[in-house]
């Protein structure tokens, strides 16, 4: 069964920093486009960052440029989130995601959406 388990949620100040885990059962995560995205009340679903399996092609939102960065650990097929200097409007459902098959924009896999699995989502409070 093909599963995407994210974890590392929680409040945190604002100026903090936090790091989101996104663990990859049944499958190679490395193998694949991986994507960050995140959901507010009230507010659409937003893609955070994007990258290609190759590393070679990452999208961030602007809201989200120089503070937050990708990495993966293939050994662990795991995928992480890295957010720095954290602000209020940046709470929300973090969830990842992954585009199997071919993809030829990381852009597009960001602002529409474009995945084939979803994991369950960790919420994330930037509050003092």
């Known amino acids: 069964q093909l599963q995407l388990v994210e974890s590392g949620g929680g409040l945190v100040q604002p100026g903090g920093s936090l790091r989101l885990s996104c663990a990859a059962s049944?499958?190679?995560?490395?193998?694949?486009?991986i994507g960050w995205f995140r959901q507010a009340p009230g507010k659409e679903r937003e893609g955070v960052l994007c990258?290609?399996?190759?590393?070679?092609?990452?999208f961030y939102a602007d809201s989200v440029k120089g503070r937050f960065t990708i990495s993966r650990d293939n050994a662990r097929n795991t995928v992480y989130l890295e957010m720095n200097s954290l602000k209020p409007e940046d709470t929300a459902v973090y969830y990842c995601?992954?585009?199997?098959?071919?993809?030829?924009?990381?852009?597009?896999?960001?602002?529409?959406?474009?995945?084939?699995?979803w994991g369950q989502g960790t919420q994330v409070t930037v509050s003092s």
């Open positions: 995601a992954v585009k199997m098959g071919t993809l030829t924009s990381v852009q597009r896999m960001c602002v529409i959406g474009l995945a084939d699995y």
């Open positions: 049944g499958f190679t995560l490395g193998y694949y486009a």
């Open positions: 990258m290609k399996s190759s590393g070679t092609s990452t």
